[in-house]
């Protein structure tokens, strides 16, 4: 079945850096654009960052642009999410997604001294 | 950024009766290729979200067709025609026609 399995989140101090992983299975990762998407602990939901099928085409959000790089590996069926000059705003689970309709079960990423 | 707001944020339903909320959007969503990529999700307690609905009106896989989705433009609907307890959580309308894709604000469904 469908299935992303986010990994790599966890605790880390203002100015830090943390990479994330989505290993994907059960479908073509190759044929799929990918997003990444926040919700911080209580609130809404925040789209971070895209990449087109083939990575050729990216995007970020605003709030993130500068710090974080999104990028995949089609062989290993694999997103990820270079997250650097971390703020405490930026505590929140991630969640990878397939397009819009596939999300993983999250990664919960704490920033704090 | 496109603005998506939704009402009411906080929406009690009597089990077995319908439930409606709104979604408007600060600009037409209306994309380039006719299309109009307005989505709804529902997120349980304790689960990430889970599209319900794309393209305005269009139910995902599997989702009971007590939920539907209306609307056109700026101002979208989606209404669940009889509320099971299982239907808890907070939904969320999302579009994904203008970059940076954005979501409402969230309407919490809880039973009376």
């Known amino acids: 079945q469908v299935q992303l399995v986010e990994s790599g989140g966890g605790l880390v101090k203002p100015g830090g850096s943390l990479r994330l992983s989505c290993a994907a299975s059960?479908?073509?990762?190759?044929?799929?654009?990918m997003s990444w998407i926040r919700q911080a602990p209580g609130k809404g939901l925040e789209w971070v960052s895209y990449?087109?099928?083939?990575?050729?085409?990216?995007y970020y959000a605003d709030s993130v642009k500068g710090r974080f790089t999104i990028s995949r590996d089609n062989a290993k069926n694999s997103l990820y999410l270079q997250m650097n000059s971390l703020r405490a705003e930026d505590t929140a689970v991630y969640y990878c997604?397939?397009?819009?309709?596939?999300w993983g079960k999250g990664t919960t990423v704490t920033v704090s001294s | 950024d496109v603005v998506m707001t939704q009402s009411p944020l906080s929406l009690p339903v009597t089990l077995g009766q319908p439930a409606s909320i709104s979604c408007r959007s600060s600009?037409?969503?209306?994309?380039?290729?006719?299309?109009?990529?307005l989505n709804w999700f529902q997120q349980r307690p304790g689960q990430s979200p889970r599209r319900l609905i794309y393209k305005v009106s269009n139910r995902d896989s599997g989702v009971p067709d007590r939920f539907s989705g209306s609307g056109s433009g700026t101002d979208f609907t989606l209404k669940i025609s009889r509320v099971e307890a299982e239907d808890v959580g907070v939904y969320y309308c999302m579009q994904g026609t203008h970059w940076s894709w954005t979501f409402g604000q969230g309407t919490k469904v809880e039973i009376k």
């Open positions: 600009q037409s969503l209306v994309y380039s290729d006719g299309n109009t990529y």
């Open positions: 990449i087109s099928s083939s990575g050729s085409t990216i």
């Open positions: 997604a397939r397009e819009v309709d596939v």
């Open positions: 059960g479908f073509t990762f190759s044929d799929y654009y």
